[in-house]
């Protein structure tokens, strides 16, 4: 009866002329639009064979929800799509492209404010379904950095010089353990102990490679002895060994900053791949930027003897201190001149891509809206890798980052195939 009462309401507010409250109010504004999923299909018609997956949280008293496309961030030149869900998927784009969305939501003749607006690129390129799968985690753990800061919530280990803190290093290790990478690269990472199942490859100024054991064996063959810096000796020839080092890349922001370097030898069929393991000088500045651009060339140029006529895959992983919310994205310059593209702008599927993967040890997760936000990449050659998945790796309940927060960083887990 009480249902039939109602009914009988809105029908007689109908005849006089009135709508129901519900109908006549203005939507909320649509919150924080995501990426969830990206095609590429190398079938359909060259240069537009590309698609974005957005999604977004239902505004209250939306019944419908407009979209608006630009390829400006601006967003001018607008195109506009609607849905009656909240996710749209929009295909026939151009790939490698910068898109933007914004979304409102619609009730009849009343919309509401538009959502901020976003932007992510669509694939370039993608190699076959049939490559290798691998499992690829970069972490900036800040095992000594961050104990030596009085700032520093929480320290690393009992032998820390703030033994009263909280201890840091079990929450790093179960990030590593939650998601069990086929290879870790880790950054300020003095302290940190060999996660069990791995070997660690090489270890150069806590920039630390470790891979599954079970996985890989480490390639031998000749190698140029690594030089530290400071030593301005002539190179030594290349003997046999392991194959694994690292790379000076120069004296900036008052210290030597490497990359650290490993082949590997999958077992499960042979295949031989090198992972770089990057840290940048950090600074957002022109001039650490330039410095970054610097240190990018030098790496780019020792790989030349590293990996010659570039025959085997090459995955770098890292904190790169750099990204597209930067006005001097000096990294991706370079890493786009030698054919690299970042995992995120080539991913399927993406989860989390705008909470910053450097948290500051703040337990609500810091964001960033238009491009999401990154300065740990993990970067791969678009026609030889396909990349399945890209996430950023931090533990998260109920919205927040539990305490005590392992690093300052979150760590990046991506998946790929490789040819």
Known sequence: MRALGLALVAVAMLL??????????????????????ASFSATADPGVSASLTIDWPGASHARSYEIFMSRHNDMSHAKKFTSRSSTLRVSHLRNGTDYFFQVRGVNGSRVGAKSAHVGHTTIRDKGSAHGTAYRVMTY?????????QETTPYTWSKDSPHPS???????????????????????????????PGYTKAVDQSAKELFFKTARFDQATGLVQESQSCGDTSPPGPAVDGPRAGFVCLGRHGGGDRYAAWVELVDKTNGKHVIFVDVHTVTGDNLPAATDRKAEMRTLFTALGTINPGSTLPVVFAGDFNSHKNRSHDYVATVMHQNGYYDAFDLAMTLKRQHINSYNDFQTVPKLSYTWGDHVDHVWVRPGSSRVEAWRNGALIVDGRLPKPIPSDHSPVVVDLLLD
């Open 140 to 148: 900036n753990v800040c095992s000594r950095v961050c104990d030596e």
């Open 16 to 37: 006089a002329g009135m709508q129901p409250a519900a109908a006549s109010s203005t939507p909320s504004k649509v919150g924080l639009v995501s990426f969830v999923a």
């Open 165 to 195: 803190k909280q201890i840091r290093q079990p929450g790093a290790l179960e990030r590593v353990a939650a998601y069990a990478p086929d290879v870790l690269a880790t950054q300020e990472a003095n302290y940190l102990v060999t996660p």
